[in-house]
């Protein structure tokens, strides 16, 4: 069967985990179109900008085409400049912009953002989840390193050795996703 659409851009996996008074997110590097890997070492972890009170940093990561998450990226810094220390608010407005703009509303990308106090998730249909037990996957590998995880939460591991750990399993079950990790923390 042939068809005329274009290979879509597939793969990432990133995953947070909030424990033990650190949060962590962590992503794996890989981009593939179709069945080619384009890139192995891509960064889709970053520090943001402030979060809680103006004084705390934010970081994020995305899955999706990467100049769409850059895109939602600035977006979301342009937010926390209007509503400094308000992370929760900032990924509201901008869940609405990203809904109800025509613009954005056309961009593939899911993100995961957190300050010391909150994580969350921001979809393009407008929803913003604070993950169940401060533990949240996305991309093609997510729901494994979720898994994984959830699994590892209740052990003796810390936030980013969880992170770490999950998103190694997710490698060795998803094919979009490699050992390239890229992986930020704050104290919570």
Not at 77 to 89: M, N, T
Request: glycine share 14%.
């Amino acid at each position: 069967m042939q068809t005329n659409e274009a290979p879509s851009w597939h793969g990432t996996t990133i995953l947070t985990v909030r424990k033990g008074g650190i949060v962590a997110i962590g992503g794996d590097g890989q981009v593939s179109i179709g069945q080619t890997i384009v890139k192995a070492n891509a960064k889709k972890v970053r520090k943001l900008g402030k979060g809680h009170g103006g004084s705390g940093e934010v970081i994020g990561g995305f899955a999706g085409a990467t100049a769409d998450a850059f895109t939602l990226f600035e977006r979301l810094e342009s937010k926390l400049e209007q509503y400094p220390g308000q992370l929760l608010r900032a990924a509201v407005e901008l869940a609405k912009d990203w809904r109800t703009d025509r613009y954005l509303r056309r961009l593939e990308a899911m993100m995961i953002v957190a300050d010391k106090d909150v994580s969350l998730v921001l979809t393009g249909t407008g929803d913003v989840l604070e993950p169940e037990a401060g533990v949240a996957g996305i991309g093609s590998g997510g729901n494994y390193a979720l898994a994984a995880a959830r699994a590892l939460l209740d052990g003796p591991l810390g936030s980013e050795e969880i992170v770490r750990k999950s998103l190694d399993i997710a490698a060795d079950i998803c094919v979009y996703t490699n050992r390239n990790v890229t992986l930020e923390t704050l104290k919570a």
